[in-house]
């Protein structure tokens, strides 16, 4: 099980992924309904990131990015920001490992995770209506 600071940095560094991920295909897309889309998922991510965020360090304190912490952009065509965002929300779920050995400690933390993960699920199923 992960220490909280090298967990919150892996979390940071996740959630900042997705956030520029998301703006990326955003700005790519040739579909107008998931240009649209992707710009509500945008703002429900850095809504609930910053929540999580706060949360996290409201329960064990600043986190520090490791060193070498770095955000990975790149283009994104539909399949491939498909698996990005199956292993951010992948990344959400393995938390529970470390989350829930203290589960009332970080009661209000997982209800946010979750609240997100439903929220990525919404933004997965909206992919589907092409």
């Given at each position: 099980m992960e220490k909280p600071p090298l967990l919150?940095?892996?979390?940071?560094?996740?959630?900042?992924?997705?956030?520029?991920?998301?703006k990326i295909f955003h700005w790519?897309?040739?579909?107008?309904?998931?240009?649209e889309a992707s710009d509500t998922f945008y703002d429900d991510l850095n809504e609930k990131m910053d929540l999580m965020i706060e949360e996290c360090m409201g329960i064990d304190?600043?986190?520090?990015?490791?060193?070498?912490?770095?955000?990975?952009?790149?283009n994104m065509t539909l399949s491939k920001y498909k698996k990005k965002l199956k292993a951010f929300r992948d990344l959400l779920q393995s938390m529970d490992d470390s989350w829930t050995g203290s589960r009332r400690k970080y009661r209000g933390l997982l209800n946010?995770?979750?609240?997100?993960?439903?929220?990525?699920?919404?933004?997965?199923?909206?992919?589907?209506?092409?």
């Open positions: 919150h940095s892996r979390l940071v560094r996740g959630c900042l992924e997705m956030v520029v991920l998301t790519q897309t040739f579909r107008h309904s998931i240009h304190g600043r986190f520090a990015l490791e060193p070498t912490t770095s955000v990975r952009m790149g946010t995770r979750d609240d997100l993960v439903g929220i990525i699920d919404q933004y997965q199923y909206r992919l589907t209506l092409l």
